[in-house]
């Protein structure tokens, strides 16, 4: 059995030209040697460049649902913007109403989102829910 076994390793099957409590880093050492770079970043890096992306899109999408909740507040507002919903809805599509009652709420941001989202996405997704009685 004696000839199996490499003569540089001892009966503990462990290379002993490396130090105890050095097997880790030797493996590191090896390991990085096949580790993917790309232009001199290093795993860590690219993992933090990665989870910045993925939180950008998260946010990114977080605000993709605000004009959602500002769309379908509309429908149930009371006052101005309530009224300037109802009234634009009976002669013009969803957007439009929604747009007028984003100007007649008159918070910041809240146009800019509406207009951001576009015709064709809030006319659709406010199509998913029942008419109100009156409205295009």
Avoid at 2 to 19: C, E, N, Q, T, V
Avoid at 68 to 93: L, Q, V
Wanted: net charge neutral; hydrophobic share 40%; proline share 4%.
């Amino acid at each position: 059995m004696a000839g199996f076994i490499h003569s540089s390793l001892s009966s503990s099957g462990r290379d002993p030209r490396i130090k105890s409590g050095e097997g880790s880093r030797v493996a590191r050492a090896r390991l990085l040697a096949w580790t993917p770079t790309f232009a001199g970043a290093t795993v860590e890096k690219m993992s933090l460049v990665i989870l910045l992306c993925l939180g950008v899109a998260g946010t990114a999408q977080a605000a993709n649902d605000d004009w959602k909740i500002d769309a379908m507040a509309c429908r149930e507002m009371t006052g101005p913007p309530g009224e300037a919903y109802r009234a634009t809805c009976r002669s013009h599509d969803q957007y439009d109403s929604v747009l007028a009652c984003m100007k007649a709420l008159n918070e910041a941001g809240a146009e800019e989102r509406m207009r951001a989202a576009g015709r064709d996405a809030v006319d659709a997704y406010m199509k998913g829910f029942p008419a109100m009685a009156g409205c295009m």
